[in-house]
């Protein structure tokens, strides 16, 4: 398995994860947070304590999932031992000439009839 196959696995995980805790806030302060107890009271291991783990651990998966994203672009050519790939794609592109003038159609000329 390469390098790039494990960061996209890892990817798609974290990226599931970040889709899960963002879907268990709610937008209005609500959310997991509220199920736990009261508006403006704060418990032992309760209502605030579980919005700052959903806070935090947003920003931390968001983290997490831009490092491997840049890291799984580093790994992409890892290993294949040819580095010039879009290079030699550049190379066998063929562009037109452009010493000579282009075709010119008479068909759509004026003929007097």
């Known amino acids: ?3 790039f196959s494990i960061f996209l696995i890892l990817i798609i995980f974290v990226a ?3 889709v899960v805790v963002v879907m268990v806030q709610n937008p209005k302060g609500g959310g997991l947070s509220s199920a736990f107890g009261g508006g403006g009271t704060q418990q032992l291991g309760g209502v605030k304590k579980t919005t700052d783990f959903l806070d935090k651990s947003t920003w931390t ?3 997490i999932l831009l490092a491997l994203i840049l890291l799984s672009n580093m790994s992409l050519f890892e290993g294949t031992g040819n580095n010039t790939y879009l290079q ?3 190379e066998n592109v063929t562009l037109p000439d ?5 075709a010119t159609d008479n068909s759509s000329e004026n003929t007097p009839e």
Not at 98 to 102: A, F, K, L, R
């Open 61 to 63: 998966l968001a983290a």
């Open 98 to 102: 452009t010493n000579t003038p282009p």
């Open 16 to 18: 599931f994860l970040l």
């Open 1 to 3: 398995m390469s390098t």
């Open 88 to 90: 030699d794609q550049v």
